[in-house]
């Protein structure tokens, strides 16, 4: 398998640390709101590379964080506590909102064939309560290990600590910023505006480890006690330990979106030097973003991502959704607009009508498409060449069962439902024409009929009198 590595600056060969083997920690939800669409393209992405590695015969390890404290609402540190806000909003405690939110990602992913983190189809009756065993820890359950990992980091002498907070001093990692190249003053020009809220603070760069109840967060609602006074885990601590706790100290891929780069993963790398003498990632991996038509990220501060049902009640069918997100690599940048969504839809439902003409015996594997499926996938996922593959094998000459046989064999990586029927939803007017038709039919206006046949045309429906009646679908 080959993947864009971001600290190589290119496509490398992903040699695992055990032959056969491929672990993942994939960064995972806030849950303080319904996830919305632009996060649900990085789990589709990320999605895709769990079944190809499954496909390939790898042993996937894989596991998926759930932020559930100590997420501030900017990826600095002195900003407001995202469940704190929420939960007030809600007038319920913050345990309640990220319970209610882990079911809404479990719905999302059901809806949008996204395997549960373990590589299993996520059950209908699971949720938040049952997520752990699917691959999902929760910050909140991992506690009593983030604080020992940071007594690690602080007896090996990374930390200092103010009134307000045990801060990770990135001035003791030489390469704190190889991930961007900037020079740390570079880096620390964002920062700035925070240094006012501690004045002991040494550098604008350093990250809070462990936030002490006091101060501005005299009144936060979830604590714990620790060797640095009661208070809560700071968000990167929180990556560093469930995946280490869980994949090892040496783990494979650690995936997450591009805007992670230079923050989060910045510090979640200088953290595992901090704690173990060196990174535990072999290969960070990154997913472009879904952005909208003037190329500005989707997010939920911005106030311009809408949500998967948002999406849903517009007219699209999940699987647009995924078709879109499935069918771009996950290092292109995505525009989320009608015209996207219409033209996955289409070439959606214009391979799933040949896929159906393909009947319903399953015959054998096609030997040469399946070797160029693979090579595709181990190509840095080379979706475009897997729906290339794919629409030059329904036009081959192999016979149909055969060819559905390979067909579902391809999405057994790519989870569109390919040989679901599907009732295609006619728009109202053709509803109207249809209507007209039928009882022009019965009374033998085969004129009257014929109009409304071409009215149908012309909305761009195509009308065809099977033996279990009339049915219509877009040309
Ligand atoms: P968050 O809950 O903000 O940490 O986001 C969860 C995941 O979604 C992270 O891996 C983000 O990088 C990713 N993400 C957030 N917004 C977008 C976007 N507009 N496009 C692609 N990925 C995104
Ligand atoms: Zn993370």
Partial sequence: MKLYSTLDRKIVDIIPNKEGEMSIYSCGPTVYFRMHIGNIRAYVNWDILHRALLYLGYDVKRIMNITDVGHMTSDEDFGEEKFDIQASKEGVQPIDIANKYINTVLDDFRTLNILAPNGQVIPEELTYEGVREYGWPRATEYIEQMIEIIRKIESNGYTYETEQALYFDVTKIPDYTIFTGQRLEEKEEGVREEVGVDPNKKNPADFVLWMKKVGKYANHIMSWQSPWGEGFPGWHIECTTMSTAILGKDFDIHTGGIDHIPVHHTNERAQNIGAFGHDAVKYWI????????????????????????????????????????????????????????????????????????????????????????????????????????????????????????????????????????????????????????????????????????????DAGYIVMDTPEGTKYRRK
């Fill in 286 to 457: 990154h997913n472009e973003w879904l952005v909208t038509k003037d190329d500005a990220k989707l997010s939920k501060s911005e106030g311009n991502a809408s949500d998967l049902p948002g999406y849903l009640s517009l007219g699209y069918d999940p699987m647009d959704i995924r078709y879109l997100f499935a069918s771009i690599n996950y290092r292109t940048r995505i525009q989320m607009s009608k015209e996207a969504l219409d033209g996955a839809r289409n070439a959606r439902l214009s391979i799933k009508r040949k896929v159906q003409e393909l009947g319903d015996t399953v015959g054998n594997v096609i030997p040469e498409y399946i070797d160029r499926f693979k090579i595709e996938l181990e190509n840095n996922l080379n979706v475009s060449g897997v729906f290339a593959l794919l629409n030059e094998l329904l036009k081959s000459s192999n016979n149909k069962e055969d060819t559905l046989a390979t067909v579902l064999e391809f999405d057994k990586v790519l989870g569109l439902d390919l040989n679901i029927e599907e009732e295609e939803d006619i728009n109202q007017e053709v509803e109207e024409y249809a209507k007209q038709r039928d009882v022009a039919r019965e009374n033998k206006d085969y004129t009257k009929a014929d109009e409304c046949r071409k009215m149908i045309e």
